[in-house]
């Protein structure tokens, strides 16, 4: 079982491979090299250097990978079985519907945590390495070392999912896309300024830490000593989360993506034990 699902999905697996451990390689001589991970320490970046600084400066280019590896890797795992009916070929071979199913997401799923865990270790290796500690580890929590394999796991169990329920591979796809998209615009907006309840100052510096908000009052609305700090003859109210909360916010959201996973995979196990190939 675990050779044929390496040779049905070794071409995926490839793909994936290049791009995330590729990262991974230009991270690390990155770091090695000492190239600066805030461009403005680097006016004019070339190579490596020109490369990284640019993709962080349009960090939004890694927000599609979890999804990617839903659609690409997830989606087609079970609904292209569906519709090449090679199913019924695998449920007639002795082996348990459970155990077939397993042996797929258990090694697929393994290839998934630690190529995202190479990529986002590496990532965070070399920005806290080269100069953008000061920035605050927030700016990358996307890609952070727990919950973006986190992540990566459950938008291939959302897409291994939808591929057990509706059977069609491009369907599935779209599934998987559009449940991963949400989950994460739900994490990232609404769930994650709240984990942990946000500090809110008199000022303007976060000191590392998430900033959230910011509003001004008069110097006369002041309860407690006046800072001395103006924005246009105001106060600067500043809400934000500290620094130091950073990896328990990963733990948070890692715990939740895996929760989130294992509902999926309930599901999934139980509808491929329901079907009717």
Same mark, same amino acid.
């Given at each position: 079982?675990?050779?044929?699902?390496?040779?049905?999905?070794?071409?995926?697996?490839? /793909?994936?491979? @290049?791009?995330?451990? *590729?990262?991974?390689?230009? %991270?690390?001589?990155?770091? #090695?090299?000492?190239? !600066? +991970?805030?461009?403005?320490?680097?006016?004019?970046?070339?190579?490596?250097?020109?490369?990284?600084?640019?993709?962080?400066?349009?960090?939004?280019?890694?927000?599609?990978?979890?999804?990617?590896?839903?659609?690409?890797?997830?989606?087609?795992?079970?609904?292209?079985?569906?519709?090449?009916?090679?199913?019924?070929?695998?449920?007639?071979?002795?082996?348990?519907?459970?155990?077939?199913?397993?042996?797929?997401?258990?090694?697929?799923?393994?290839?998934?945590?630690?190529?995202?865990?190479?990529?986002?270790?590496?990532?965070?290796?070399?920005?806290? /390495?080269?100069? @953008?500690?000061?920035? *605050?580890?927030?700016?990358? %929590?996307?890609?952070?070392? #727990?919950?973006?394999? !986190? +992540?990566?796991?459950?938008?291939?169990?959302?897409?291994?999912?939808?591929?057990?329920?509706?059977?069609?591979?491009?369907?599935?796809?779209?599934?998987?896309?559009?449940?991963?998209?949400?989950?994460?615009?739900?994490?990232?907006?609404?769930?994650?300024?709240?984990?942990?309840?946000?500090?809110?100052?008199?000022?303007?510096?976060?000191?590392?830490?998430?900033?959230?908000?910011?509003?001004?009052?008069?110097?006369?609305?002041?309860?407690?000593?006046?800072?001395?700090?103006?924005?246009?003859?105001?106060?600067?109210?500043?809400?934000?989360?500290?620094?130091?909360?950073?990896?328990?916010?990963?733990?948070?959201?890692?715990?939740?993506?895996?929760? #989130?996973?294992?509902?999926?995979?309930?599901?999934?196990?139980?509808?491929?034990?329901?079907?009717?190939?």
């Amino acid at each position: 079982m675990i050779w044929m699902t390496w040779r049905q999905h070794r071409t995926t697996l490839f /793909t994936f491979a @290049a791009v995330f451990l *590729g990262l991974a390689a230009l %991270f690390v001589t990155a770091t #090695l090299t000492g190239v !600066a +991970a805030v461009p403005a320490r680097s006016p004019n970046p070339s190579g490596i250097g020109g490369l990284l600084q640019y993709l962080e400066q349009i960090n939004e280019i890694f927000l599609p990978l979890p999804a990617l590896i839903g659609m690409f890797l997830g989606a087609p795992l079970l609904a292209a079985e569906y519709e090449h009916r090679t199913v019924r070929y695998a449920w007639t071979q002795g082996v348990s519907r459970g155990h077939w199913l397993s042996t797929k997401l258990l090694v697929l799923g393994s290839a998934v945590v630690l190529l995202a865990a190479a990529f986002s270790a590496t990532h965070m290796w070399w920005f806290t /390495t080269n100069g @953008a500690p000061y920035e *605050g580890a927030f700016r990358i %929590f996307n890609q952070g070392p #727990l919950s973006f394999p !986190a +992540a990566c796991l459950f938008a291939f169990v959302v897409g291994v999912t939808a591929g057990a329920v509706l059977r069609k591979t491009v369907a599935a796809m779209g599934l998987a896309i559009v449940g991963t998209w949400a989950v994460s615009i739900v994490c990232v907006n609404w769930l994650r300024p709240n984990y942990l309840t946000p500090i809110t100052v008199t000022g303007a510096s976060t000191k590392g830490g998430w900033f959230l908000s910011q509003t001004t009052i008069a110097p006369e609305e002041l309860v407690g000593p006046d800072p001395g700090i103006r924005l246009n003859g105001l106060v600067p109210i500043t809400t934000y989360q500290p620094a130091d909360r950073f990896w328990t916010f990963q733990l948070i959201e890692a715990g939740l993506y895996l929760g #989130l996973t294992v509902g999926c995979l309930v599901v999934a196990f139980w509808w491929v034990r329901r079907a009717v190939a």
